[in-house]
Nanobody
Framework: QVQLVESGGGLVQPGGSLRLSCAAS????????MGWYRQAPGKQRDLVAT???????TYADSMKGRFTISRDNTRNTLYLQMNSLKPEDTAVYYC????????????WGQGTQVTVSS
C-alpha cells in the first residue's frame, strides 16, 4: 500500500535552513506529480510547492526564492530545501501526490515538525 514518510524537521533559528525528505513507496513514484504541504496549529493545510514527474516546479508566493522542491526518482524520494526560514514557517510539513487516488481519499503521512524560533 501507499506509504509516505516525511523526515528532516526540527528546531531552527530564524534565517536558518532545513532539508526535508519524503520517502515514498507503494506506487510508481516517477510517474506522479508530488507536492509539499504544511499545516500550522489551528490552520488549514496549505500547499507549499509542487513538482511534476518531468521536474517542473511551482511555489506558493511566500516560499518563492526561499524554498526549493526536488525529487530523486531513483530513490523514490521527494525533497524540500528550506532557506531563510521565518517563524511563520513553523508547521507540520507533509508530502503527497496531488490528485492521486489516495490523496483524494484523504491519506497523509505522519508529517515532520518544523519549528522556527530563537
Amino acid at each position: 500500500q501507499v506509504q509516505l514518510v516525511e523526515s528532516g524537521g526540527g528546531l531552527v533559528q530564524p534565517g536558518g535552513s532545513l532539508r526535508l525528505s519524503c520517502a515514498a513507496s507503494g506506487f510508481t513514484f516517477s510517474t506522479y506529480a508530488m507536492g509539499w504541504y504544511r499545516q500550522a496549529p489551528g490552520k488549514q493545510r496549505d500547499l507549499v510547492a509542487t513538482i511534476t514527474n518531468g521536474g517542473r516546479t511551482t511555489y506558493a508566493d511566500s516560499m518563492k526564492g526561499r524554498f526549493t522542491i526536488s525529487r530523486d526518482n531513483t530513490r523514490n524520494t521527494l525533497y524540500l530545501q528550506m532557506n531563510s526560514l521565518k517563524p511563520e514557517d513553523t508547521a507540520v510539513y507533509y508530502c503527497n501526490a496531488p490528485g492521486s487516488s489516495w490523496f483524494l481519499n484523504g491519506y497523509w503521512g505522519q508529517g515532520t515538525q518544523v519549528t522556527v524560533s530563537s
